[in-house]
């Protein structure tokens, strides 16, 4: 393994790790909900994204990556790790992987959540821009347009219905001062 490799493989196990560190509250109830079903959406666009990328690379459709644009790609890779780590260590005990809403949620207003309503989706996708590019160029940014983006504004859409369902007023005014993903951007 190259320096890039070991890299890559680091990155991977802290982004892994997150899922042992933050597990989020449970989900109490037996049948899958709209929301739950969005979850598991993203989670399937995850998956079906990187065995296309693996399959890209592996069967060498991808012309040779430079070396700036595969260190280019670890960076943007780590950047949306941080920023997935960040967004919970913020959220603390109101993360959930499945989204809980109650009248008495208390919305967060700082670190991440200060410009941006959905960081997590943010880092999301900027951690699948830097896995696709790095795993098969240019060609696995296509995945997560096509795959990534679209099942993340589905569930996006869910999520603040049902905010605004249960915090009214609050929650529009809260929304108001912020951007969807990307400050300036959406």
Same mark, same amino acid.
């Given at each position: 393994?190259?320096?890039?490799?070991?890299?890559?493989?680091?990155?991977?196990?802290?982004?892994?790790?997150?899922?042992?560190?933050?597990?989020?509250?449970?989900?109490?109830?037996?049948?899958?909900?709209?929301?739950?079903?969005?979850?598991?959406?993203?989670?399937?666009?995850?998956?079906?994204?990187v065995?296309?990328?693996?399959?890209?690379?592996?069967?060498?459709?991808v012309?040779? @990556?430079?070396?700036?644009?595969?260190?280019?790609?670890?960076?943007?890779?780590?950047?949306?790790?941080?920023?997935?780590?960040?967004?919970?260590?913020?959220?603390?005990?109101?993360f959930?992987?499945?989204?809980?809403?109650?009248?008495?949620?208390?919305?967060?207003?700082?670190?991440?959540?200060?410009?941006?309503?959905?960081?997590?989706?943010?880092?999301?996708?900027?951690?699948?821009?830097?896995?696709?590019?790095?795993?098969?160029?240019?060609?696995?940014?296509?995945? @997560?347009?096509?795959?990534?983006?679209?099942?993340?504004?589905?569930r996006?859409?869910?999520?603040?219905?049902?905010?605004?369902?249960a915090?009214?007023? @609050?929650?529009?005014?809260?929304?108001?001062?912020?951007?969807?993903?990307m400050?300036?951007?959406?």
């Open positions: 393994m190259n320096i890039e490799e070991w890299f890559f493989f680091c990155l991977s196990l802290i982004w892994l790790l997150e899922f042992v560190l933050f597990r989020g509250a449970r989900h109490s109830g037996d049948s899958l909900s709209i929301e739950q079903k969005s979850y598991y959406l993203i989670l399937l666009s995850i998956i079906a994204t065995i296309g990328c693996l399959i890209i690379r592996e069967t060498s459709f012309i040779h @990556t430079p070396l700036f644009i595969t260190w280019l790609s670890l960076f943007i890779y780590g950047t949306g790790i941080f920023l997935r780590y960040w967004s919970m260590l913020t959220l603390k005990h109101e959930t992987r499945h989204v809980q809403v109650s009248a008495d949620k208390k919305l967060v207003s700082h670190g991440p959540y200060r410009s941006m309503r959905h960081p997590l989706y943010t880092a999301l996708i900027v951690c699948m821009v830097g896995l696709s590019c790095y795993l098969a160029s240019w060609v696995g940014l296509l995945f @997560t347009l096509l795959l990534i983006i679209p099942s993340i504004v589905i996006i859409k869910l999520e603040e219905a049902m905010l605004t369902e915090l009214g007023e @609050t929650y529009d005014e809260w929304k108001r001062q912020r951007w969807i993903l400050p300036w951007i959406y």
